[in-house]
């Protein structure tokens, strides 16, 4: 019908339904759960940073996607977003965040600088944050328009969206994780 | 000089030394709190350990140099008009300005002398970059003491303006904007259009902002008389900007050296008495103002002309001639590959940028890139007094301080 | 202000550590012996009424016998003029009085010119790395040092000319 046609509902995951109740798994509970509403953590250091504030804006708005929230304390966040030049004087502070983030984790590397250490190839630049912590998505853009941003936060959602409970317990998780150096609590 | 209550005699005697001696006190009533590298506050990294007494800050430690990019060695190494992205992202929330700034220290290196449309052109790029440095600035006052509303309302303004340096450069904001000795094309009219739209819409936004702010009794207690430096020290520790006109002292080298044709307008330098951050805060929203007067000046008498003066050696040619015409392929080359004519002098260069006197001192040797590149940011040498305007403010207090500065992570470790 | 006269005034006072004059360059520039340096600036800021310091930066000239330069810009904001000092140290012995009594906004800038080329600022109270982390063991804007970073093992630079 006409009306109906003006909104777009987001489908319901894979399940059995019937009137009162509808079954799924319980990974794929969890993931709509969680992709709604994921806390970022803005570790803003540069110009991607301005990017990222005009992204919070009315103008675009990263909050119609659940993460309206902003955490600052790495314990409450979900999603590291790394935005700006890591220079190796900051990389072990990077590493130190995401130890004391809580499982589950993801980490977005938006701009050229933090995905691949961008214009500076330089003695003091850490070429690239995925030489010290594990990243999910980049985003390329020196700075990146406010609708990559989205776009990179869209690709986190699918993946958290789409992720098993077991993943974090599994031995390759682990070995991935020792591999950077990064301590494991458990 | 001025000032109100500028002692000179003090001025040529202050002596510096400000060292925190803490050896007779008993330690165990102090404590340390470590501020940054990341923290919601400091926009962007720097981290202060401050030594405290309860509330009351009795000192401060600064670490500096979070987000070292060597610009200075990069420009060593790149020809001249490849420098003009690394003036970029000095003080991001302000490129044009940098940008500009870099094409007047060339064009004073090669004695080239720009026409009046140009002057009127860049006047027009670097007053709107000038509102939207303000308006980060003065929202970001605002959040740090609870007003979260004014900074969301003020970045739909500055939406407007990105859109602007869309039309003109096509980037948002690392604009890398402009050529040496001009612009590479002129304004359309679709830029002209938005500009005097922006014009038009930008008073009643910020009436609107004022009167959140301004006669607040909470803004105002908590921002007059905090975060004060007398003019004398101002001085000695070489501020300049809006830091250094809120404490009473009336230079911008936008009046003092007028360069791009700043002589031909009409401004107030807006000027504080005590240089605290309330002062700080009227400055900013004085000049932006003062800088909406002059872009509708500028426009309304923008004068005919080319968009850019002739250098041959810096303007590429256009594409479709480099294909065809030996000439341009040839002029092409010898411009990439560094073949020409720079002569072998110093000069210094300054411009009034969004937080003070960004000076450019170039040495060239001839060759395709210089040989030393220095830039003055004035963010790098104002940030030195925090230790001694915090010392004795409550935390709070430092908190807003900080971000009243404006301290740029960008512009302190270049 | 002319520069005759200040030149005049300079001269009189401390004739023999002017090294050289240069009155070509957009900014007078007076190339001073390393040893007299804060004298002159302590003169300029007291008498001459040069009571701003725009700028402090190094620089390095490697084919010269005094190979590290430190340059000043001073500023008479009520005259306006700016005067720029050259001296220069050698690297050996790269010693050279500090002025952060005269002006405390020298402090970070002697500090960046001590991370980035080794200069010695005699008398400040705090000269130690400020831009570069505090392990690093060379001076980086020094000539011979490359730019790109020498320790990356992913970087095959055959494929770069270098």
């Not at chain 2, 044709?261 to 240089?275: A, H, L």
Request: glycine share 8%.
């Amino acid at each position: 019908m006409a009306e109906k046609d003006k909104y777009t509902v987001v489908e319901a995951p894979e399940g059995y339904s019937a009137p009162g109740f509808f079954v799924t798994t319980l990974d794929k509970a969890v993931g709509l759960a969680r992709k709604n509403s994921l806390w970022p953590l803005p570790f803003a250091t540069s110009c991607c940073g301005i990017e990222f504030m005009a992204t919070m804006g009315a103008h675009y708005d990263l909050g119609r996607f659940g993460a309206e929230r902003l955490s600052f304390s790495p314990r409450q966040a979900d999603l590291l977003m790394v935005m700006g030049t890591i220079a190796k004087k900051m990389a072990p502070v990077v590493q130190q965040v995401y130890e004391q983030m809580a499982e589950p984790r993801w980490v977005i590397a938006i701009g050229a600088c933090a995905s691949s250490g961008g214009v500076f190839d330089t003695y003091s630049v850490l070429q690239g944050i995925d030489k010290v912590v594990p990243v999910d998505v980049y985003v390329p853009g020196c700075p990146p328009r406010p609708e990559q941003i989205i776009d990179g936060f869209m690709k986190i959602q699918e993946l958290v969206g789409n992720e098993t409970l077991r993943r974090r317990y599994s031995t390759e998780y682990k070995e991935m994780l020792e591999s950077y150096g990064i301590k494991i609590d458990r | 000089m001025g000032a109100r209550g500028l002692n000179i005699e003090r001025m040529k005697t202050i002596n510096s030394e400000h060292h925190l001696d803490l050896t007779q006190q008993d330690e165990k009533v102090y404590s340390t709190l470590n501020l940054g590298p990341t923290h919601p506050a400091t926009h962007g990294i720097f981290q202060n350990v401050l030594t405290m007494n309860g509330e009351t800050i009795v000192g401060a430690e600064q670490t500096i140099g979070y987000i070292h990019r060597a610009f200075e060695k990069i420009a060593e190494r790149r020809p001249y008009y490849q420098i003009t992205t690394l003036t970029d992202r000095l003080n991001y929330c302000s490129s044009p300005i940098n940008n500009i700034g870099w094409h007047l220290a060339v064009e004073k290196l090669l004695g080239v002398e720009t026409n009046k449309r140009v002057d009127y052109m860049r006047i027009i790029v670097m007053e709107l970059a000038r509102i939207a440095d303000h308006l980060v600035c003065n929202s970001v006052i605002g959040v740090d003491s609870g007003a979260l509303t004014g900074f969301v309302y003020v970045f739909q303004e500055r939406e407007a303006i990105y859109e602007i340096f869309e039309e003109i450069c096509g980037a948002r904001l690392t604009t890398n904007l402009g050529r040496v000795g001009g612009f590479d094309r002129d304004f359309s009219p679709i830029a002209i259009q938005k500009i005097k739209a922006l014009l038009k819409r930008l008073p009643k936004i910020l009436h609107e902002f004022e009167n959140l702010l301004m006669r607040n009794r909470i803004f105002m207690d908590r921002t007059i008389n905090v975060g004060g430096i007398s003019a004398e020290r101002a001085l000695s520790y070489s501020f300049t900007g809006p830091n250094l006109r809120a404490a009473g002292i009336d230079y911008d080298v936008r009046v003092q050296e007028p360069y791009s044709s700043y002589n031909d307008f009409d401004f107030i330098v807006p000027v504080g008495e005590n240089g605290d951050i309330y002062d700080r805060f009227c400055v900013r929203e004085t000049e932006m103002w003062e800088s909406m007067k002059l872009i509708t000046n500028a426009l309304n008498n923008l004068p005919e002309g080319k968009f850019n003066t002739e250098v041959p050696d810096f303007f590429m040619p256009p594409k479709e001639d480099v294909y065809s015409k030996m000439e341009s392929l040839i002029s092409q080359f010898k411009m990439v590959m560094g073949e020409i004519d720079i002569p072998q002098k110093e000069i210094y260069s300054a411009v009034e940028a969004g937080n003070g006197e960004l000076g450019f001192y170039v040495v060239a040797d001839g060759g395709r890139s210089p040989y030393r590149l220095h830039f003055r940011r004035p963010g790098f040498i104002y940030y030195q007094a925090f230790p001694e305007i915090i010392t004795g403010a409550s935390l709070s207090d430092a908190i807003l301080t900080m971000s009243s500065m404006n301290v740029i992570a960008g512009e302190l470790d270049a | 202000m002319e520069n005759s006269i200040l030149l005049q005034a300079l001269k009189d006072k401390l004739g023999k550590s002017i090294l050289s004059v240069d009155e070509t360059s957009d900014v007078l520039t007076v190339t001073v012996d390393s040893e007299a340096i804060s004298t002159i600036i302590a003169f300029l800021k007291e008498k001459q009424d040069f009571i701003f310091l725009t700028d402090l930066c190094g620089i390095h000239y490697p084919e010269q016998e005094k190979e590290l330069g430190i340059i000043y810009h001073l500023h008479n904001l009520v005259k306006n003029k700016r005067i720029r000092l050259k001296t220069f140290v050698t690297k050996a012995n790269p010693k050279i009085q500090s002025i952060v009594s005269l002006f405390s906004g020298a402090n970070w800038m002697e500090r960046e010119t001590f991370d980035f080329y080794g200069v010695e600022f005699v008398g400040h109270p705090n000269l130690v790395r400020i831009l570069n982390v505090e392990y690093m063991d060379y001076h980086p804007m020094r000539k011979e040092y490359p730019l790109e970073d020498a320790t990356r093992l992913d970087k095959d630079d055959s494929f770069f000319g270098r």
